[in-house]
């Protein structure tokens, strides 16, 4: 067999050895959630762990947009903690925001308890709308965990 196509079937072995080795983690809460949408909180794949987006939102006859975010924040806390992580962890975030003008002080306000240096890289990106409809903003973190 040629070295390079032995070394294609090696190299295509190995991601799915990879990939059946993944580990997904939800939170008990959401678990109802992420069933009926079939996706997970988050997914571990050696040491990456990708967390699907969370929505900050407002609850009925909520105005105050800093306790939506004060929950989603405190939402991935929570997941990352399942999964074995901290905020310290974290090495990119993109966050998504319907109003990323008028949300930005806030969102930063609470942004700033979660997250410390070293800081990770952060994309914050203007939408038109996300599900649910009361989102104000998505925010979508990748974490490296030490190997168990």
Do not use: C
Not at 42 to 69: C, I, K, W
Not at 106 to 121: C, L, M, N, S, T
């Amino acid at each position: 067999m040629p070295k390079l196509f032995a070394g294609l079937l090696l190299g295509i072995a190995s991601t799915i050895n990879a990939s059946a080795a993944a580990e997904t983690h939800t939170l008990p809460e959401d678990a109802a959630l992420y069933d009926e949408w079939g996706f997970s909180g988050a997914v571990r794949q050696g040491d990456t762990l990708y967390l699907s987006g969370v929505v900050a939102g407002l609850r009925d006859g909520e105005t105050d947009p800093e306790a939506a975010f004060e929950r989603a924040f405190a939402h991935i806390e929570r997941t990352l903690k399942l999964a074995g992580a901290s905020w310290s962890d974290v090495v990119e975030m993109t966050t998504f925001h319907t109003d990323i003008g008028a949300q930005m002080t806030v969102f930063r306000k609470v942004k700033d308890r979660y997250v410390h240096e070293p800081f990770p890289a952060w994309t914050a990106v203007g939408v038109t709308r996300l599900v649910p409809l009361n989102g104000l903003a998505e925010i979508k973190v990748v974490a490296r965990v030490k190997a168990r």
